[in-house]
């Protein structure tokens, strides 16, 4: 953990992309251009306090005492935090009935269908 902070507090807010991974355990080495997670790349206060977020299992009461600090508090640094990181959408795949009712209506032709039913998978 002193070394991911030492990193965190040496590059500030600047850019950074990993260019080798270990597993020293298992001997295996992988070069490329790897970005950090988005958690990664807040200030790693923003992290300790989100690790405890987590940890309270989301309590506020639990982070009020933790760091004395009021209920407000606590939720307007949660919003801050949360603006910083990047969050995806993930989309449910389509059901199969959804796919062959477009087809029905011809709103996809029958081989984008098809392809479609291969992808759901």
């Known amino acids: 953990m002193k070394d991911w902070q030492e990193l ?24 490329g251009s790897f970005d950090l997670p988005p958690l990664a790349k807040v200030p790693m206060e923003d992290q300790i306090f989100v690790a405890a977020f987590v940890r309270s299992h989301g ?7 933790l760091f004395g600090i009021s209920y407000p508090t606590v939720k307007n640094r949660l919003n801050r935090i949360a603006q910083k990181l990047e969050f995806l959408e993930i989309m449910p795949a ?3 009935s959804d796919i062959l009712e477009r087809l029905e209506r011809g709103e996809i032709t029958a081989q984008e269908a098809v392809e479609q039913l291969k992808k759901d998978r």
């Open 8 to 31: 965190t507090r040496m590059t500030g807010d600047e850019d950074l992309v990993i260019e080798r991974v270990t597993i020293p355990g298992r001997g295996i080495s992988i070069e």
């Open 94 to 96: 389509e059901e199969s």
């Open 59 to 65: 309590s506020i009461k639990q982070m009020e005492q």
